[in-house]
């Protein structure tokens, strides 16, 4: 069985535009954050949708584990999370979608 571990999870607002999704990012503004205790990748990715889905706009989770080393497979079930997008609005529901390649 997987080791628990803490994780940090932040939503940032996003949309597609065309091919794109486009991401915002301000220093100064606060974001949705949750912090969550997770065994494996499949649990992780799972608690990061619910709370995606929880917020209800467009957005990208981003992820950062708070131990001292990341567990294997960490980057890979992380790096592209996004979720409730529409072309040129904030709500889907339609659900998790991938970035474009």
């Known amino acids: 069985m997987a080791q628990s571990r803490d994780y940090l999870i932040k939503l940032y607002p996003a949309h597609k535009d065309g091919g794109f999704v486009v991401t915002k990012f301000c220093i100064t503004k606060t974001y949705p954050q949750k912090q969550v205790q997770a065994a494996g990748m499949d649990d992780l990715v799972e608690q990061i949708t619910g709370y995606a889905m929880e917020y209800g706009e467009g957005c990208q989770a981003s992820v950062r584990c708070l131990a001292k080393r990341n567990p294997p497979g960490f980057k890979k079930a992380t790096e592209d999370l996004y979720f ?11 659900g998790a979608a991938p970035a474009p390649s």
Not at 84 to 94: A, H, K, P, R, Y
Request: charged letters at 25%; hydrophobic letters at 35%; glycine letters at 10%.
């Open 84 to 94: 409730n997008l529409t072309e040129g609005s904030i709500i889907d529901d339609v």
